[in-house]
């Protein structure tokens, strides 16, 4: 069984900075792209970035500019750095990755998701 846990939410003011990770454990034997998600109350989960194996990322146009998308792969960690953040960012931040379990066998997994309350 894979784990994905992510940590790093919490509350901040306006045009503060956050930096969420995502630590994924379990029997991996690697993982291919990696994406964070967010679900505001009342409306639909949306994708906010994504970064591929090889370090191809891409970001959300509500987010573009004000985040950084990184994943270390030794230690199968994935980062998402979220600046000049704006009450809109508010939000359950979810990980979602495709880890490869065994020979070419690929399952995707979600994470429980961390709160990020943007406030003054």
């Known amino acids: 069984q894979v784990r994905l846990v992510e940590s790093g939410g919490g509350l901040v003011q306006p045009g503060g900075s956050l930096r969420l990770s995502c630590a994924a454990s379990g029997v991996i034997f690697s993982i291919n792209d990696m994406d964070w998600y967010r679900q505001a109350p009342g409306k639909g989960r949306e994708l906010v970035a994504g970064i591929t194996s090889g370090g191809i990322t891409n970001y959300a146009d509500s987010v573009k500019g004000r985040s950084a998308i990184s994943r270390d792969n030794a230690e199968n960690i994935m980062y998402l750095q979220m600046n000049s953040l704006k009450p809109e960012d508010t939000a359950v931040y979810y990980c979602?990755?495709?880890?490869?379990?065994?020979?070419?066998?690929?399952?995707?997994?979600w994470g429980q998701g961390t709160q990020v309350t943007v406030s003054s």
């Open positions: 979602n990755a495709d880890v490869v379990v065994r020979a070419r066998i690929t399952v995707n997994y």
